[in-house]
Nanobody, 129 residues
């Protein structure tokens, strides 16, 4: 059974950058479209980007456009979330998940979380000085 594992989170100062990774075990990750989401305490889960099987990436929430980018390296079975100019409001647990309905890349926005599954355990990102 496919399992996703996120890594790369940590503490970063405002204006800094992090690159999160999403790796898979149990099945080839390159067969799946992947979404990245985040959830801060007391808030709903929010999509921050997604990428199709072919590598077409789509921006997520307006708050991250121009700062967050999703990419994939199928040779090493990994999907990335590059986060630049991080701000305190980006503090959250970040998750990757599989698009179970094949909707990623079909429209100009990412599918909402209900269409995703096989969620990883998440990685904490804290932006603070």
């Amino acid at each position: 059974q496919l399992q996703l594992v996120e890594s790369g989170g940590g503490l970063v100062q405002p204006g800094g950058s992090l690159r999160l990774s999403c790796a898979a075990s149990g099945a080839p990750l390159e067969n799946y479209a992947i979404g990245w989401f985040r959830q801060a305490p007391g808030k709903e889960r929010e999509g921050v980007g997604c990428i199709s099987v072919s590598g077409r990436s789509t921006n997520g929430a307006d708050s991250v456009k121009g700062r967050f980018t999703v990419s994939r390296d199928n040779a090493i079975h990994t999907v990335y979330l590059q986060m630049n100019n991080l701000q305190p409001e980006d503090t959250a647990v970040y998750y990757c998940a599989i698009d179970q309905y094949g909707l990623t890349g079909k429209t100009s926005s990412c599918p909402v979380a209900v269409y995703f599954g096989s969620w990883g355990q998440g990685t904490q990102v804290t932006v603070s000085s």
